[in-house]
């Protein structure tokens, strides 16, 4: 059993790429959340699915995309990639009958 | 929309000596407050949480207290030791049923236990 994993680790954008984060779980949960973690801030709720084939917007959608298409993945794609991307990107999933979110161990992306 | 305010934004404290930190939260509605502990470079984890129809909540060390009247709670750590330094978040959320437990978070409080 992994919980959530994420890929890649770490990766360089130059402004205007693009990328798709994994983001992947093997807990059978049905709600998945990709964060945002700027340098000594908060966690900030970019996306959210309640289930495959449901998302909705966090606080900080602006500049992203989801898609839930099978219960355990859910990637987040950046488009257009800017300088005010430049965060840690964590992936959270729960089950239906507990609050408890577990956190991936995050993407690293700067965008130069 | 939820806003969760949290302080101090850094402490220190002697090994053995208790540590608290402070959050309040804006919606009434919110009825759940994880705390989660981040040590550098590694990921979120939640180390105590409380719903509203609870007052207070212990885990050996941990304890968190819980407000509602005032709108905040607070996690108190005792005897606390150098493993106990991370970066320490709180939250707020709706959640009841199947409600998505959308988690507005704290800007977290950096905690340093000197030996």
């Known amino acids: 059993n992994a919980g959530v994993t994420q890929t890649p680790k770490f990766r360089i954008l130059k402004i205007g790429q693009s990328m798709t984060l994994q983001c992947t779980q093997d807990m059978n949960h049905n709600y998945m959340y990709w964060y945002r973690q700027d340098p000594g801030m908060g966690l900030k709720l970019i996306y959210y699915s309640v289930g495959a084939g449901i998302t909705d917007k966090g606080e900080v959608p602006n500049g992203y995309n989801v898609s839930r298409s099978t219960t355990e993945d859910f990637p987040l794609r950046l488009e257009l990639a800017a300088p005010s991307q430049t965060s840690v990107y964590f992936c959270?999933?729960?089950?239906?009958?507990?609050?408890?979110?577990?956190f991936g161990p995050g993407t690293r992306l700067t965008v130069l | 929309g939820e806003n969760v305010e949290q302080h101090p934004s850094t402490l220190s404290v002697q090994e053995g000596d208790s540590a608290v930190i402070k959050c309040t939260y804006s919606?009434?509605?919110?009825?759940?407050f994880p705390w989660y502990k981040q040590e550098l470079g590694k990921r979120p984890q939640l180390i105590i949480d409380?719903?509203?129809?609870?007052g207070e909540k212990k885990d050996q060390r941990i304890a968190v207290t819980l407000n509602k009247t005032a709108k905040h709670f607070s996690l108190h750590i005792t005897e606390t030791q150098p493993e106990d330094s991370a970066v320490y978040f709180c939250a707020a959320s709706m959640s009841w049923g199947g409600a998505t437990n959308k988690l507005i978070f704290g800007t977290g409080t950096l905690l340093a236990v000197q030996p």
């Open positions: 919606d009434s509605a919110s009825n759940y």
């Open positions: 409380i719903r509203s129809n609870v």
């Open positions: 959270a999933s729960r089950s239906t009958v507990e609050d408890t979110q577990y």
